[in-house]
Structures are given as structure tokens and as C-alpha cells.
Nanobody
Framework: QVQLVESGGGLVQAGGSLRLSCVAS????????VRWYRQPPGKQRELVAT???????YYADSVSGRFTISRDNAMNIVYLEMNSLKADDTGVYYC?????????WGQGTQVTVSS
């Protein structure tokens, strides 16, 4: 059974940094893509960052230049490094991995940015 487990969330002041981790129960390379989503309070879930099996990365305009998605192949971890955090970055952050034909989700980790 495929599992994704997020960690690293917490409370941080505006301007601060956090690093989220998504640990997979199997090789990261087995996923076509791994994405980070977030769901702000009272809003819909939105795509934040993507990393493909080939290592290509993509970002939402709202986080480009502040967030970095990366992976540790040996440890089967995908990271989301978040810098210059803003109050608008508050939400539950979810890891999503696409292993055809299924999209797998983690349970989420809460990020709260105080202004």
C-alpha cells in the first residue's frame, strides 16, 4: 500500500521559514509527479509546487521565488522549502503523488503564519 506522510508544519512569524517533508512508502521515482497543495481556511485546495520524475519543477505564481520543491531520492522524501512566509501562506499543506492510475494523498500538515 502506498503512503505519503507529511511533516514540518507549525506556527511561524511572517518573514520566517519552514521546511515541509513528504515521506513516501516507496521510491519517489515510481511517481510520475509529486505535488504540494495547500488549503487556506475557508478556501479550496490549490496547487503550490510540482516536481516531475525527471526533476522538472513548477510553482504557483504566488509562491514563485519564495518556495522550493526538491527531493531526496535515497530517503524517498520530497521537500517544500518555504521562505519569506506571509499570512496568506497559512493553510493545511498536502503532498500528492501520481502513481498511475491513482493519485495518492497524505494527511496534511498545518502551517500558520502570524502577521
Amino acid at each position: 500500500q502506498v503512503q505519503l506522510v507529511e511533516s514540518g508544519g507549525g506556527l511561524v512569524q511572517a518573514g520566517g521559514s519552514l521546511r515541509l517533508s513528504c515521506v513516501a512508502s516507496r521510491s519517489i521515482f515510481s511517481f510520475n509527479v509529486v505535488r504540494w497543495y495547500r488549503q487556506p481556511p475557508g478556501k479550496q485546495r490549490e496547487l503550490v509546487a510540482t516536481i516531475t520524475s525527471g526533476g522538472n519543477t513548477y510553482y504557483a505564481d504566488s509562491v514563485s521565488g519564495r518556495f522550493t520543491i526538491s527531493r531526496d531520492n535515497a530517503m524517498n522524501i520530497v521537500y517544500l522549502e518555504m521562505n519569506s512566509l506571509k499570512a496568506d501562506d497559512t493553510g493545511v499543506y498536502y503532498c500528492n503523488g501520481y502513481l498511475p492510475p491513482v493519485y495518492y494523498w497524505g494527511q496534511g500538515t498545518q502551517v500558520t503564519v502570524s502577521s
